[in-house]
């Protein structure tokens, strides 16, 4: 069975850190795609970064680059998002999602698995 289970979100200062944590199963890193996706109120999904599985190229979008950094370890099937410098415009639900191989854009809807999502609060 295919999971994808997000945490370490909470609530942080502005300028503040977190590590999100996806761990999955029921599928091996080595073959899929695993993107972080963020939703704030009223807001449509946003792609936040992706690691291909096939050459381990990494992608950000503009909002984060510089602050956050994607990362895996294969053997705890885990992928990692570390966020950095976090501003109050990062609060938002942070989602997790798997696609084959290769990062394909920025859809959501056009991943193959989802987790249920982590909230992140950037508030003073």
């Known amino acids: 069975q295919v999971q994808l289970v997000e945490s370490g979100g909470g609530l942080v200062q502005p300028g503040g850190s977190l590590r999100l944590s996806c761990a999955v199963s029921?599928?091996?890193?080595?073959?899929?795609?695993i993107s972080w996706f963020r939703r704030a109120p009223g807001k449509e999904y946003e792609g936040v970064s992706c690691?291909?599985?096939?050459?381990?190229?990494?992608y950000y979008g503009d909002s984060v680059k510089d602050r956050f950094t994607i990362s895996r370890d294969t053997a705890e099937n885990t992928v990692y998002l570390q966020m950095n410098t976090l501003k109050p415009e990062d609060t938002a639900v942070y989602y997790c999602?798997?696609?084959?191989?290769?990062?394909?854009?920025?859809?959501?809807?056009?991943?193959?698995?989802w987790g249920q999502g982590t909230q992140v609060t950037v508030s003073s």
């Open positions: 029921g599928f091996s890193l080595d073959a899929y795609a």
């Open positions: 999602a798997a696609e084959r191989l290769s990062c394909s854009g920025w859809s959501f809807y056009a991943r193959e698995y």
């Open positions: 690691l291909s599985s096939s050459d381990g190229s990494t």
